[in-house]
């Protein structure tokens, strides 16, 4: 594994004018033809904005890493525009895949397959599996067809940081170290895909997303679905989804007094619940359900960031459906 050293490193200073390129057909087409001269393109998916490079542009794909400060063991997702693209990208689709990416393509759902013998390994991190999916996101899908080439792409985000949900929040982390963000506006689910292994014969979840559980499971009627193995999804190894500010959370319905009692205390404390923010809390965002959370949460961590709170207080939500995937991104924003 000595061929790429992208490095646990700090990026460096940053050294290019990063563009903002509209979602129109000029725009998409000069996005298309700067990933396919190896530069690094930020475009929106459905889920949260992505920092792509062509998967099989070696150097390319290990500037994503060093822009991003990644650890070099921490794999990228290759979007595609179809299962028919995947030439080159995955040495074998199985028939668990297929019946996975039939129900659920184009969507928030990866699949882990093993890598095809040519993919560059700082795609895979190394690994001789690769993740693979197809956005559902029209402007997602247009640059993928506008570049001909499959795109791998992380999270447009300082690594460790929260997810980046609009083109704002990719300039805030990025402007400098990236060639071009597509403005695609705003992402509507908001909480990454959800991973799973289907190299086997029922799928491994190996980081919860916004397909849930339950939605793998109807999928598959009563296959069942394979256990949840987090230590193989290396990316969930690392400090991850965490602003400037502490992050604490509340038990539902408890956010409003919890806040109250610490900023008695003399903290500058935010609030992200269901209920009205006390008049000595910064109120930061209200939800309802559990998708709205998702579909606010990254952008509400920055937001109390902005508004220069020492800790910013978020209720949680039941550990089901896309609840899961959301408690287990607030408990590592809280870690
Ligand atoms: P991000 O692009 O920041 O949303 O992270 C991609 C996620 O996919 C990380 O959690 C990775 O660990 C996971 N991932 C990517 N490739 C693989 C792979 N080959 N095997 C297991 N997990 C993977
Ligand atoms: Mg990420």
Sequence with gaps: MSSYAPGDRTPSEPTVETRTLPPTEAGLAEAGRLLRAGRLVAFPTETVYGLGADAADADAVARTFTAKGRPADNPLIVHVGGLGDLDGVVHEVTPLAVRLADRFWPGPLTLVLAAHPNLPRVTTAGLDSVAVRVPDHPVARRLLASAGVPVAAPSANRSGRPSPTSAAHV?????????????????????????????G???????????????????????????????????????????????????????????????AEGAR???????????????????????????????????????????????????????????????????
């Design 171 to 199: 300039l805030a982390d990025l402007a400098g170290r990236i060639d071009a963000v597509v403005d695609g506006g705003p992402c509507t689910v908001g909480v990454e895909s959800t991973v799973v292994d289907a190299r």
């Design 201 to 263: 014969e029922v799928p491994l979840i190996l980081r919860e997303g916004s397909v849930t559980r339950e939605d793998l499971g109807v999928a598959l009627d009563a296959a069942g679905v394979g256990s949840l193995d987090l230590d193989a999804s290396p990316g969930t190894r690392h400090r991850h989804y965490q602003p400037a500010c502490r992050v604490e959370l509340a038990p539902a319905g408890t956010g409003p007094d919890i806040a109250r009692r610490l900023a």
């Design 269 to 335: 404390v935010g609030l992200i619940a269901r209920g009205q923010a006390p008049g000595n809390v910064v109120e930061v965002a209200r939800f309802d359900t559990a998708e709205q959370l998702a579909a606010i949460l990254y952008g509400a961590l920055r937001d109390a960031e902005l508004a220069a709170v020492d800790v910013v207080v978020v209720e949680e939500v039941a550990d089901v459906g896309i609840g899961r995937a959301l408690m287990d991104r607030l408990r590592r924003a809280a870690a």
